[in-house]
């Protein structure tokens, strides 16, 4: 009859190995929480950690951005700053961007603006429409010069003319005007030679008030008047450090004495603007290098004479004489101190 009744001690000891079996569940779950809390925490420190390091930017595009340039070149070969008033002008870039070609009216209009942006106290001499010999390279240039005019290699090599449309007024014959550019194994332009034009502003009174005392002057003439009526007189005034020279063309008055060359500023019209045009020629080089006067007037056989020699001016006095307002601008030489035509 009792003996499907509880013992009380087995009973005692059922409760006593539940209460521990309880306790010990209560500790594994506690345990396991604090472990979730711990990684939980680590996770949320790394990725603070992760969020502060996003912020860093990264170098390497940037390194590589900077020295992704082209082939290197040598270290003169900056090119000169435009002036914000001036015809935009080209700069150097690493691959020669195209520019567009311009129609022939745009284009003789586009050389008048780049004639006067010459005249430019913000863009002078030896820099020629953006190029500087010693300087700048041929490649930078040739593809602006593309758009306004035609771009021709010369015979002898490193060398190209560019012949440029004018309007009839101003281009001393078949309506066209050169420039002749040459340049070393570096690409680099050493010399820039500019026909003669017929635009006013770079009169001999203007340019020395800009460049200053030549270092020489050279003169070329003759005794009397050339069949035609005519008596060519040579001016050419040279600036061997800066690079820079010009050469005038012009119909000198003469007596049995004297012959006598008056450099008028702003003058436009001549008798014979084909022969004597109103602006000189201009030849550029890089500068500090010494040319022979053979070299700049670049015209087999013709003979000059310092200024010296042929008259009572010096470099000096006739820089104080052109510039004076007060003054005529005009060179008296011995008629017997040249040759008879």
């Known amino acids: 009859m009792f003996k499907n009744q509880l013992n009380?001690?087995?009973i005692i000891l059922s409760g006593a190995c539940l209460f521990l079996l309880l306790m010990g569940c209560q500790a594994t779950v506690n345990q396991g929480s604090e472990a979730v809390l711990t990684t939980?925490?680590?996770?949320?420190?790394q990725g603070a950690a992760l969020q502060n390091a996003v912020t860093i930017v990264p170098t390497r595009s940037i390194l590589q951005t900077a020295t992704s340039t082209s082939t290197p070149i040598p270290t003169a070969t900056s090119s000169p700053t435009v002036p914000p008033t001036q015809t935009?002008?080209?700069t150097p870039t690493v691959t020669p961007t195209p520019w567009p070609t311009l129609p022939p009216d745009e284009a003789a209009d586009k050389v008048l603006a780049l004639l006067a942006d010459n005249q430019n106290p913000d863009c002078l001499l030896p820099c020629w429409w953006g190029a500087t010999p010693g300087q700048s390279?041929?490649?930078?240039?040739e593809p602006f010069l593309n758009s306004f005019s035609l771009v021709r290699p010369r015979t002898i090599p490193s060398a190209a003319s560019v012949k440029l449309p004018l309007p009839e007024p101003v281009a001393v014959s078949n309506h066209s005007y050169y420039i002749y550019y040459s340049w070393d194994e570096f690409g680099i332009i050493q010399v820039t030679d500019i026909d003669s034009m017929n635009v006013p502003g770079y009169d001999p009174q203007t340019m020395m008030t800009l460049y200053g005392v030549p270092d020489e002057?050279?003169?070329k003439t003759f005794s009397e008047l050339l069949p035609g009526e005519v008596l060519?007189?040579?001016?050419?005034?040279?600036?061997q450090e800066k690079g820079i020279s010009f050469r005038y063309y012009l119909d000198a008055s003469g007596t049995d004495e004297t012959?006598?060359?008056?450099?008028?500023?702003?003058?436009?019209?001549?008798e014979r603007p084909d022969l004597f045009p109103v602006g000189p020629r201009i030849y550029l080089w890089a500068p500090g290098q010494h040319k022979t006067i053979d070299e700049i007037a670049n015209i087999p056989g013709e003979r000059y004479f310092p200024l010296e020699e042929k008259t009572d001016l010096t470099p000096q006095a006739l820089y104080e004489k052109f510039t004076?307002?007060?003054?005529?601008?005009?060179?008296?030489?011995?008629?017997?101190l040249w040759m008879d035509p």
Not at 324 to 336: G, S
């Open 324 to 336: 004076d307002p007060n003054e005529q601008p005009c060179i008296d030489t011995p008629a017997d």
């Open 8 to 10: 009380p001690t087995k």
């Open 137 to 141: 390279l041929w490649q930078d240039i």
């Open 217 to 219: 002057v050279w003169l």
């Open 232 to 239: 060519p007189f040579q001016l050419i005034i040279v600036y």
């Open 259 to 270: 012959v006598t060359a008056c450099f008028e500023p702003g003058m436009v019209e001549t």
């Open 88 to 90: 935009p002008l080209p």
């Open 40 to 45: 939980a925490t680590i996770v949320s420190e």
